[in-house]
């Protein structure tokens, strides 16, 4: 979390990279038997991802893919050798009582802002490097074999990682959904059915975010399949972007000379911009001359939060305090967007869509909120909007700025 | 004649002080009524700070009237009032 100056033009030159997952487990099966972890090492501007198949399904399945994620994540952001991890993994990994063997499969990327990626893999459908719709070929392709274990090759790619392009990793309950179960695919979806699926989606929805297509591809692997899962679905895809940028004005400024400058705010560089309170939203429609709208049909259908408004031109305005302390526990407790009330809803979706959250925070006190004949005791702007960057951070990964006035 | 324009405060020290229960407040107008209202919810109306005015929640009338402690059945009078009155 930083305080940082905002001059809305230094937010939209630094990249951003979006790391997400979508799962679906084996019907029947307790647990996952697939893992994916996600690192980012500030410092270093190095963000890894791993994902691994356990053996079988079910808990057992889980153990071992767990243990190899949290494994490789650890030896990459040590800068072990890929051929030294990878015996370690497989020495310490248990070994099934049936099968004889210990094994679970990876995919690892392993990138830093400015330069190449390093994808290695082993056992697992190979990853999908795409450029708009373009399919991205490998700079190096090579293969890598230990000697402890000669039949476990490991394959290594450096990749020319830019922005716009994505990374699709999976494992193979993606590419071998509907197998055996559909005549028309007899070998399964296979890479090439992904491939095709992931530019389709991209065609239609070029800035389609590493959230939606992970679970778009998920959700598709899961349709082809007839009568549910028949093997673990994992679907990570890693995509670099200019960030997406969301501005949260809450609160009056302390002086009301600024009142002008912090309504200023609202037209910079934000790609969507959410007023977060009555007496910002009016300040706004002073200083900026725009309307803010509320609607009689969301008022009713506001479920417990007062309605949402329409700032023409800008974004939304909402209530300030009530909202922004719905929107928190959401982010706290990780719970979906969905089941919350409009206004709160309204905010976290937006939330999610962004990489990038900046509040504009108004530090003057509302003395209205003083009032004893209130029913509840009002927490304060200030410290409920730092609670709700700490969980944005944490929770979700996302670039936080907070700014006061 | 003019409809009656209602603005209930939708602000936070309004809601939790009873706005909240206005949020239906068009379902109960009598079927007569309804075009010759139009209700509108608005974002703080900044009459909560004030100490004078006889407290939250606020609606304001036809622009300048303001209705302090307002109730759905105390608005409800009022604007059958402003209806028969203008009739
Ligand atoms: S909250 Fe209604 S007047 Fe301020």
């Given at each position: ?252 400024p302390y002086y009301k000379e600024h009142d002008a400058e912090y ?142 006035y | ?87």
């Amino acid at each position: 979390m930083a305080d940082l100056p905002l001059n809305g033009q230094n937010t939209a030159s630094d990249l951003f990279i979006e790391m997400e997952a979508a799962q679906f487990t084996k019907s029947g099966q307790a647990a996952c038997g697939d893992d994916v972890r996600f690192l980012t090492v500030e410092k270093e501007n190095r963000h890894l991802v791993a994902l691994s198949d356990g053996l079988g399904s079910g808990v057992k399945a889980n153990v071992l893919a767990t243990m190899t994620t949290a494994m490789a994540i650890e030896f990459l952001k040590s800068n072990i050798p890929t051929l030294e991890a990878v015996e370690i993994i497989m020495d310490s990994l248990p070994v099934c009582e049936v099968r004889k063997i210990g094994y679970a499969t990876f995919s690892l990327f392993d990138f830093r802002l400015g330069g190449k990626a390093r994808i290695s893999e082993m056992g697992n459908p190979g990853y999908i490097h795409l450029r708009g719709t373009e399919e991205i070929s490998p700079l190096k392709d090579g293969q890598i074999v230990s000697e402890h274990w000669p039949d476990r090759e490991v394959r290594e790619c450096e990749v020319d990682f830019r922005a716009g392009d994505r990374i699709i990793m999976c494992s193979d309950g993606v590419t071998q959904s509907g197998l055996g179960v559909r005549k028309d695919m007899k070998f399964g979806w296979r890479r090439s059915g992904v491939l095709a699926f992931a530019r389709e989606r991209i065609a239609r929805e070029p800035d389609i975010s590493a959230r939606d297509l992970s679970h778009a591809i998920a959700r598709e692997a899961l349709n082809i399949t007839p009568g549910g899962c028949k093997d673990d679905i994992s679907c990570a895809v890693v995509y670099l972007r200019h960030p997406r940028v969301m501005r949260v004005l809450t609160g009056p400024p302390y002086y009301k000379e600024h009142d002008a400058e912090y309504a200023r705010q609202a037209l910079l560089g934000a790609d969507h911009v959410v007023a977060c309170g009555g007496t910002t939203a009016n300040i706004l429609e002073r200083e900026l001359g725009v309307k803010i709208k509320v609607r009689l049909a969301d008022m009713k259908a506001s479920g417990g939060l007062p309605p949402i408004g329409t700032i023409e031109g800008i974004g939304i305005a909402t209530e300030g305090i009530l909202t922004l302390g719905r929107v928190l526990s959401a982010l706290e407790q990780m719970r979906p967007p969905e089941a919350e009330p409009a206004a709160a809803r309204a905010i976290l979706e937006r939330m999610m869509r962004h990489d990038r959250i900046e509040f504009i925070i108004g530090t003057k006190v509302n003395e209205s909120h003083q009032d004893p004949n209130i029913p509840q005791d009002l927490e304060l702007r200030r410290s409920v909007v730092k609670r709700i960057a700490a969980a944005l951070e944490k929770n979700y990964r996302k670039k936080v700025a907070l700014n006061y006035y | 004649m003019e409809s009656v324009k209602i603005e209930i405060c939708c602000g936070t020290a309004c809601y939790l002080l009873g706005a909240a229960n206005m949020m239906n407040i068009e379902d109960q107008l009598p079927a007569e009524w309804r075009d010759k209202v139009d209700i509108e919810a608005k974002t703080c109306l900044e009459l909560c700070e004030r100490d004078n005015l006889g407290g939250a929640p606020y609606v304001r009338i036809n622009g300048t009237e303001i209705m302090s402690q307002a109730t759905p059945e105390k608005l409800l009078t009022r604007i059958g009032e402003l209806i028969e009155g203008a009739a």
